[in-house]
């Protein structure tokens, strides 16, 4: 049974940083490609950060983009979000994803597997 298990969220005030933290098990996740979603109350979920299967190859999203980082560990079953200078519309449930695939398709990758979530709540 696959299963993702996010951590690492909590309230900070803008200009913050967090770090998110994904486990995975019941799969060889260094064989996948992983990403962070996130969806703030009343909007749909949109994609934040994608990275491949052996960490060389990763896309964000605009509104992140030089702020957050993704990255995985040497076994590729953890999957990381470094965000920094936070703002009040990173609000958001954040929530990791492993994809069916080794790589990432900028726009286009399908995920399959997704975890419940972390809250990051960013004052102004």
């Known amino acids: 049974q696959v299963q993702l298990v996010e951590s690492g969220g909590g309230l900070v005030q803008a200009g913050d940083s967090l770090r998110l933290t994904c486990v995975g098990s019941?799969?060889?996740?260094?064989?996948?490609?992983m990403a962070w979603f996130r969806q703030a109350p009343g909007k749909d979920r949109e994609f934040v950060a994608e990275i491949n299967w052996n960490g060389v190859r990763t896309d964000y999203a605009v509104s992140v983009k030089g702020r957050f980082t993704i990255s995985r560990d040497s076994a590729g079953n953890t999957v990381y979000l470094q965000m920094n200078s936070l703002r009040a519309e990173d609000t958001a449930v954040y929530t990791c994803a492993v994809s069916a695939i080794s790589e990432i398709t900028a726009g286009a990758s399908v995920y399959d597997y997704w975890g419940l979530g972390t809250q990051v709540t960013v004052s102004s």
């Open positions: 019941g799969r060889t996740f260094g064989d996948y490609a």
